[in-house]
Nanobody, 124 residues
């Protein structure tokens, strides 16, 4: 089992940047493929970005491609989400998630463990 704790959310203005972190504890971190999802009020949880266990492959939602960057530091058991050029529509609770097995990265159902989430609010 792995425990995930997100941090780094906050209130920013349009065009600003934020860096989210997700610290993992428990089993060996580099056994897990990692993802970031977000959920806005009244909406379903949606895929944002994901990264393979080695960091060699990354995946992004079209809505964040070119603005967000996912990375991981296996020595520090941490995955990051660098968010640039933030827009009001990026406002949501952002969740870190871990999956054990290969297969799709895009579906929340594919992930085994979740953090508690961190709020990101982008004002216009």
């Amino acid at each position: 089992q792995v425990q995930l704790v997100e941090s780094g959310g906050g209130l920013v203005q349009t065009g600003d940047s934020l860096r989210l972190s997700c610290a993992a504890s428990g089993r060996t971190f580099n056994n897990y493929r990692m993802g970031w999802f977000r959920q806005a009020p009244g909406k379903e949880r949606e895929f944002v970005a994901a990264i393979s266990w080695s960091g060699g492959s990354t995946y992004y939602a079209d809505s964040v491609k070119g603005r967000f960057t996912i990375s991981r530091d296996n020595a520090e058991n941490t995955v990051f989400l660098q968010m640039n050029s933030l827009k009001p529509e990026d406002t949501a609770v952002y969740y870190c998630a871990a999956k054990t097995y290969s297969g799709t990265y895009y579906s929340p159902e594919a992930y085994d463990y979740w953090g508690q989430g961190t709020q990101v609010t982008v004002s216009s």
